[in-house]
T-cell receptor, first 111, second 112 residues
Framework: QKEVEQNSGPLSVPEGAIASLNCTYS??????FFWYRQYSGKSPELIMS????GDKEDGRFTAQLNKASQYVSLLIRDSQPSDSATYLC???????????FGKGTRLSVIA | DAGVTQSPTHLIKTRGQQVTLRCSPK?????VSWYQQALGQGPQFIFQ???????QRGNFPDRFSGHQFPNYSSELNVNALLLGDSALYLC???????????FGQGTRLTVV
């Protein structure tokens, strides 16, 4: 059973701080890793993808991948109240395997 | 460029009834995947369609079936609805199964 684990939170950070969201996965054959943001009552929105070990930066977001530790994280710098949402980690294996999602971490940015 | 569109956005059905949900993929995408998301949970994979064939299937009963049309749009059918089928149903499209997947706005199904 392929699993993706996330701390459900809520993770509360003050406005302007760095939010750090973490995810571990069980399938060592996983090759693609994604972070989705989901506002309450809305559908998931893709914000980051990462495929190789190391860091990938996009604006205020940085995704970090460590395949040896089976660990992927998302850093949000200068957190804003509008970043308050549930962040879903999704992992994909090789070939036609589907995305496997964690349960998500709820982030609350306090003004 | 239209993104992934789903219809209807909300639906209320009675236990035992049947429902059909529809999805049009993002322009240029040929692969459609369906997910069920219960409250407080991550999306759970139902199945994936490519070239009008079901290519992958998750751990869902045969009451869940689907179809993909030549224009890549897709339908999800659920028969003999149960109260536990109440959830947000999400459609995601991608260019084959190797690239990033983008979700539609979802269909909120309530079974009463």
């Amino acid at each position: 059973q392929k699993e993706v684990e996330q701390n459900s939170g809520p993770l509360s950070v003050p406005e302007g701080a760095i939010a750090s969201l973490n995810c571990t996965y069980s399938d060592r054959g996983s090759q693609s890793f994604f972070w989705y943001r989901q506002y309450s009552g809305k559908s998931p929105e893709l914000i980051m993808s990462i495929y190789s070990n190391g860091d990938k930066e996009d604006g205020r977001f940085t995704a970090q991948l460590n395949k040896a530790s089976q660990y992927v994280s998302l850093l949000i710098r200068d957190s804003q109240p509008s970043d308050s949402a549930t962040y879903l980690c999704a992992v994909k294996g090789s070939g036609n395997t589907p995305l496997v999602f964690g349960k998500g971490t709820r982030l609350s940015v306090i003004a | 460029d239209a993104g992934v569109t789903q219809s209807p956005t909300h639906l209320i059905k009675t236990r035992g009834q049947q429902v059909t949900l529809r999805c049009s993929p993002k322009s240029g995408h040929d692969t459609v995947s369906w997910y069920q998301q219960a409250l407080g949970q991550g999306p759970q994979f139902i199945f994936q369609y490519y070239e009008e064939e079901e290519r992958q299937r998750g751990n869902f009963p045969d009451r869940f079936s689907g179809h993909q049309f030549p224009n890549y749009s897709s339908e999800l059918n659920v028969n003999a609805l149960l109260l536990g089928d109440s959830a947000l149903y999400l459609c995601a499209s991608s260019l084959d199964s190797f690239t990033e997947a983008f979700f539609g706005q979802g269909t909120r199904l309530t079974v009463v």
